[in-house]
Nanobody
Framework: QVQLVESGGGLVQPGGSLRLSCAAS????????MGWYRQPPGKERELVAA???????RYADSVKGRFAISRDSAKKSVYLQMNSLKPEDTAVYYC????????WGQGTQVTVSS
């Protein structure tokens, strides 16, 4: 059984920063990919960033240079540092863990507004 719990969302002004955290429990293996998706209001879920077991990271073009993903395998956690936030970053952010199947967290709301 795998469970993922996100935290760190909230309301921030444009240009501000937030750090999302995702704590996993259960059968988590450092070799597998973890990452973040987001779902803006009225839109489909989209990949934001992912990090492999060897710490290779990839990002959506829209967040490159502003967001940074990291993981702590000992803590079974993945993080998303979000800087220079824009109103279009407003979304529910979901943590995921990918093995034979994909596991999802419940989501955390990020709102960027003045």
């Amino acid at each position: 059984q795998v469970q993922l719990v996100e935290s760190g969302g909230g309301l921030v002004q444009p240009g501000g920063s937030l750090r999302l955290s995702c704590a996993a429990s259960g059968s988590i293996y450092s070799i597998n990919t973890m990452g973040w998706y987001r779902q803006p209001p009225g839109k489909e879920r989209e990949l934001v960033a992912a990090i492999t077991g060897s710490s290779d990271a990839r990002y959506a073009d829209s967040v490159k240079g502003r967001f940074a993903i990291s993981r702590d395998s000992a803590k079974k956690s993945v993080y998303l540092q979000m800087n220079s936030l824009k109103p279009e970053d407003t979304a529910v952010y979901y943590c995921y863990y990918s093995r034979a199947t994909t596991y999802w967290g419940q989501g955390t709301q990020v709102t960027v507004s003045s």
